[in-house]
């Protein structure tokens, strides 16, 4: 398609609300991670207001262990880039260009040392044959110079009926009661899961939605991996 024009686009840190908003609309999973730091991409109009068309989250991961494992850098020292999402409309290479923006107001404001991410190479379809995510390889990341990782461990994943991806943290919460566990049964509910049972225990409510078929086990190969380091002090990009 046609490149972007980037005297029409503008970058900048956005608060939580706002991102927290369009992720939920317009990402596939319909979730938003623990962010760290939020930038959005604005599209300017003559003689309207500026428009969001994009965000880049970079957030807490599911366990610090991520990044020490994969950027080699002590737990406090990294994020991850937990959602990049652009509208349908934003041109040729916006992905790109806004990728590396966002990267220069996080070096900018927060004080971490690398990046990493990760890229789900399996498509998605619910039950109907409808695709609801498609694969991502890093193709973006790479022109971003990332350096590829490997993959993740291969493991079980549990879709649901629309074909996506129950989160194993949202499960790990409602299976042992833990802080969250209403809004991660809620996730479930609105993906069409029947509620519980009076007197049935979360972990049953589980059992009884894999029992059922609401939940079903598929075998993942694992994500591929993707870091971003720099040096202290804004040192060059690895």
Known sequence: GEPLQPQRYAVESIGEAEAKQFVQR???????????????????????????????????????????????????????????VLLEHVPGNGESWFLARAFKLLRASLDVDGVVSFCDPIARTD??????????????????????????????????????????????????????????????????APARFLGESPSAWLRRLRNEGFLRSVRHPGNHVFTWRWAPAGGSCQ
Do not use: W
């Not at 262990?65 to 406090?76: E, G, Q, R, S």
């Not at 490997?150 to 409602?174: D, H, Q």
């Open 26 to 84: 317009e990402h596939y999973s319909r979730t938003y991670p623990a962010a760290r730091f939020r930038v959005g991409l604005l599209e300017k109009r003559p003689f309207e207001a500026a428009r969001l068309v994009g965000v880049a989250v970079f957030s807490v991961p599911m366990t610090q262990a991520v990044i020490t494992k994969h950027l080699d850098l002590p737990a406090n020292r990294g994020v991850e880039l937990g959602r990049l």
């Open 127 to 192: 039950l109907q044959g409808r695709e609801v995510k498609r694969s991502h390889t890093g193709v973006i990341y790479r022109a971003h110079n990332a350096r590829y990782g490997g993959r993740t461990m291969p493991r079980s994943v549990l879709l649901m009926p629309n074909g996506l991806c129950a989160s194993e943290r949202s499960l790990s919460k409602i299976r042992n009661e833990e802080v969250g566990i209403q809004y991660a049964m809620q996730q479930l509910l609105g993906a069409g």
